[in-house]
């Protein structure tokens, strides 16, 4: 759904929490169809049974693009992403977890080369049903300034 | 194929080119799938003539997703990924164009926190058929030292 | 494989089967992805722990793709859909679930605008693995007369 | 996104229109892989060529799973699905075509069995970029009394 | 469908035609992530103007999965696969070929293992819409005897 | 990775294994759609409890271009493939079953019409986890001579 928010619409402190989604085997086995990345940490049962997680972890490219995936809800036509920063992965996900994102403003800074625009810094959190996070970074983005 | 790497195996300035792929609107329909993410600009043709860019242009998260499988030809069994820096998309990728990744070892640093591992700093470019950079990020990974 | 059958070649009473087919986790995830449709109900276990059903339940839409194309095993090039009446979704279906469909002539009946076709009434039920009914519904069809 | 509504809530006019979505041969491959109807009509362009359509045409299951599919933004968890009545599909849907649907309240009716709730009748046409109707139906759900 | 059928039921010389498919760039990125092989001449398209084929070319476990999978439309429950012979390539698949599958009975032997079953040679072509055969082999299952 | 061998590079004997991959049910449920067999043996998990297997067991055609797929991690650009001969399906495969394809150069001939060309033998095994060969095959390449 389209909701047009101005850089001056925004507050820092402000949340936004997704709905939350079960990674199964089946997302794995696409992103490895998807990406081309079979490697054996996601895709070889067996190879990882004897390793420090016991079992199959996600490719942390899923993990970012299902978790920036479960918030596209809501579309800000006065805003356009400029990047990420700071992209961590503290916690493996594993077949059968649940996970959403929680979405915070952390900062509104101006853009030096962009007067018309301003510099929006949200926090992105995803985590499990243990409450765990396994992903963490900063989406920047531009937002048209009022006027 | 494991190619097992210490981090004094690394030398800055060494430069891996992967196999290149077309980006095909079977792409774009899979990573909405994939993520949910069924924004018009990606899966709108009508919408996207009236727009800056005359047509369709992909996630962001799938040109990560796929410029970061299309290296995933090595793996090295000493190193595991810490994270990533300063992502950011300078051009869109449309259907049909045809990118491939180039990897530059930027930097080789001490970790702060683990001895027994050196940072190794990957400069990655995703780059088109026009030579064009659609994505660029640093890759931080840890590598075990020879001991 | 084709079957080309008038409309005198209908019998009302007579039953066709089809093969079973078992509804997978796969199958919810490609559902999602493919219609966009990611509600909770149908791709978040730990939601759905604590609802009625206990787990996550299948898309209606999807029953009915499922339901319908399990029976597109016979051709009729004499016949062409018009529509489907009073669909009904009687029981939930399960990951793990085998459905398979059954199809009943009901009624024959002119078309009050076209006096080279008849009216077929098709009575759709898909069924479980306990006998019971997932899906209800009437196809209605057109096939043309001998003559 | 929830939006909790009672059947008190709706008003018999009140519209809503779905983003738009560009149905790609991708779409058709995809559909007759999920549900195992390869018919030629949606899978054979060479025998189509010569049929009245010129082209391959969309499946009727795949119009209807996209169509509601586009809908699903918002959920009301105070109602669910009842049925589907008139499914009809009056004008085919090519690869290429750009869909969108239009929700119409057409009718608040009491529910003879559940005091409690009252039956809502949506209208659901599902349009193409010529403004030309592909699918319509009758969406009936029951939404809890406020009580 | 299932049809059951006896040794004694082949005839040498029956022949069986699949209806057609029109193998897409869909089917070609789905069997590079269905099997992992991400070769450039499957994938890319810039690399392969410059080849002999002039574009993608399908990969060879594709069209034989599909042009054996075309013929999956009668299950013989007396008969199982012993295995295939002579499998070759004699022309690419491009995308938007169209390809069906033709079965001709060639040969009908005793099973010097199993007396109470017969050997089944049959021919499997799978032809373009040229009429060029694209895919070639012998197909050898094993059906029961009478008595 | 392009990996260039002449002709009179290889050796009779040579040996390459290839790292594993876990058989999910989403490459069932894929390989069915991707090739349109939809045999209860494959997607019917009631009727199979009651056959000599007690579960699904894989598609052939899976096997066989997972197995093929795995090894294709070296591209040699001097080789291109003749054909397949003897495939056979010694065990079936299961869902949960992890391979590994082998292969070994087995012979090594003089091509009769291509005497720039050297033709290679190459004896294809793949294997579960419980050593067990699920498929062999030979698979003929011709390589070009050094000159």
Do not use: W
């Not at 389209?2 to 850089?7: I, L, N, Q, V």
């Not at 977890?97 to 800074?109: F, K, P, S, V």
Request: aromatic share 10%; proline share 5%.
């Amino acid at each position: 759904m389209e909701r047009p928010r101005h850089f001056e619409d925004y507050v820092v402190g402000e949340v936004r929490k997704t709905s939350g989604r079960t990674i199964t085997e089946t997302d794995f086995v696409v992103h490895a169809g998807h990406t081309g990345d079979f490697f054996p940490h996601h895709m070889d049962a067996e190879f990882m049974k004897s390793s420090e997680f016991g079992q199959r972890i996600a490719h942390g490219t899923m993990t970012f693009a299902i978790g920036i995936g479960l918030t596209a809800t809501q579309i800000n036509p006065l805003a356009f992403t400029y990047g990420y920063e700071r992209l961590r992965f503290p916690k493996p996900v594993f077949i059968g977890d649940t996970i959403h994102t929680e979405l915070t403003i952390a900062g509104l800074d101006d853009d030096p080369k962009r007067p018309q625009y301003g510099r929006v810094t949200e926090e992105v959190r995803v985590l499990n049903q243990r409450g765990e996070t396994v992903l963490a970074c900063d989406h920047i983005y531009l937002a048209q300034r009022r006027g």
